[in-house]
């Protein structure tokens, strides 16, 4: 048999060293340890009126608190942007939050907060964390934490302050 291309074996032999490259060049995943606790603050909120005897209120927060990934700690500054949606005059029957995770060195981590309802509609102050980005050393980690909401009502005309802890295992690249 001819070969109709004289540079054939080079051409084969570029491409499965450049296949063999691509594949090493893959950092394999590993599981880490991960723990989230912040305090934060509602700063402004707004009600809208929805069929059903509903509403919808958006708010937003800000607050600071700590992530630890691996076993290195970092302080963090938390600002999110969300929705719950009421019967009546204050049941919460769904929720949900954007967040954005700032650290002073590893990048930003982005994040959707979701209430998680029981069969009955109760809101028992649980939560899920659901990476959805990030920047910098933050972009490695993937992944969904379960998280505890603990709500402190204001005290004095103030606005409501509240706490969520979440510990568990991400995903790192």
């Given at each position: 048999m001819?070969?109709?291309?004289?540079?054939?074996g080079?051409?084969?032999a570029?491409?499965?060293?450049?296949?063999?490259?691509?594949?090493?060049?893959?950092a394999?995943?590993?599981?880490?340890?991960?723990?989230?606790?912040?305090?934060?603050a509602i700063?402004?909120?707004?009600r809208?009126?929805?069929?059903g005897?509903?509403?919808?209120?958006?708010?937003?927060t800000?607050?600071a608190?700590?992530?630890?990934?691996?076993?290195?700690?970092?302080?963090?500054?938390v600002?999110?942007?969300?929705?719950d949606?009421?019967?009546?005059a204050?049941?919460?029957?769904?929720?949900?939050?954007?967040?954005?995770?700032r650290?002073?060195?590893?990048?930003?981590?982005?994040?959707?907060?979701?209430?998680?309802?029981?069969?009955?509609?109760?809101?028992?102050?649980?939560a899920?964390?659901?990476?959805?980005?990030?920047?910098g050393?933050m972009?490695k980690l993937?992944?969904?934490l379960?998280?505890?909401v603990?709500?402190?009502?204001?005290?004095?005309?103030?606005?409501?302050?509240?706490?969520v802890?979440?510990?568990?295992?991400?995903?790192?690249?």
């Open positions: 001819k070969n109709h291309h004289p540079n054939l080079q051409c084969i570029a491409v499965l060293f450049a296949l063999s490259a691509a594949a090493s060049g893959h394999s995943a590993k599981d880490v340890d991960a723990t989230f606790d912040v305090g934060a700063k402004s909120t707004a809208v009126s929805i069929p005897g509903k509403a919808r209120m958006t708010f937003n800000e607050g608190g700590k992530l630890i990934v691996d076993g290195r700690e970092e302080p963090v500054f600002a999110c942007d969300g929705t949606v009421l019967l009546g204050a049941k919460v029957v769904d929720g949900f939050a954007e967040c954005e995770i650290t002073l060195k590893s990048g930003d981590l982005y994040i959707r907060f979701q209430k998680i309802f029981e069969a009955d509609g109760t809101w028992n102050q649980l899920t964390f659901t990476i959805t980005g990030g920047t050393e972009a993937s992944g969904t379960a998280a505890k603990e709500m402190s009502p204001p005290l004095s005309g103030g606005k409501l302050v509240f706490g802890s979440s510990k568990g295992r991400l995903t790192q690249k």
